[in-house]
């Protein structure tokens, strides 16, 4: 039992291997609808898994050499040819180049929009609350004192509002103490 879910774990998904081939076969065939054969589909899929763990294995072995433990892309294009598919060694690093420079541009994209969105809720944290006066009315410079006369909620963390609240809380018990400890001396 165990054999067949190892395998099956292993095997590649067939709706997208028959994608591929009938993308592939379109290609080169003029004509209409491609059928391809339910035994001709597990003869591509094992073809290419066969093909992955051997390309895999050969990088793999490329990186070991370089006393490294991690197979880049460098070590796949390096074993594309040594396994002797130099053809595919050129298409795989521009369709590689393409895909570093669309993810560099997302990755841009994605800084900008982080950015943005850190200045926006800054300068909306800048105008409530308190002005940037702590709880004295005094004007603050120090940072972590002007979050802290502002009004709790918007911009805050759930765990800056507890410890807030239990601040205060211990500063109201001090207070409370005081008072009792005053009443006490005074009579």
Request: aromatic share 4%.
């Amino acid at each position: 039992m165990e054999k067949v879910v190892a395998a099956e774990v292993e095997e590649l998904p067939k709706a997208i291997v028959r994608r591929v081939v009938k993308d592939k076969l379109s290609q080169f065939s003029g004509d209409g609808e491609i059928i391809i054969q339910r035994d001709s589909l597990r003869a591509f899929c094992e073809s290419a898994r066969i093909f992955i763990h051997y390309l895999s294995a050969t990088a793999n072995d490329l990186c070991k050499e370089s006393r490294r433990q991690t197979i880049s892309a460098d070590d796949v294009l390096k074993a594309i040819e040594e396994i002797e598919f130099p053809e595919f060694a050129e298409p795989l690093r521009a369709s590689l180049d393409g895909l570093r420079k669309k993810n560099a541009g997302k990755k841009t994209e994605a800084a900008k929009s982080k950015e943005a969105k850190k200045r926006k809720e800054d300068s909306s944290q800048d105008h409530e609350g308190d002005n940037g006066k702590n709880e004295d009315g005094d004007d603050s410079s120090d940072p972590k004192q002007k979050s802290a006369g502002k009004k709790s909620g918007a911009g805050k963390s759930k765990k800056v509002n507890k410890k807030k609240k239990k601040v205060e809380e211990e500063k109201q018990d001090d207070d409370d103490g005081k008072e009792h400890e005053d009443d006490s001396h005074g009579n």
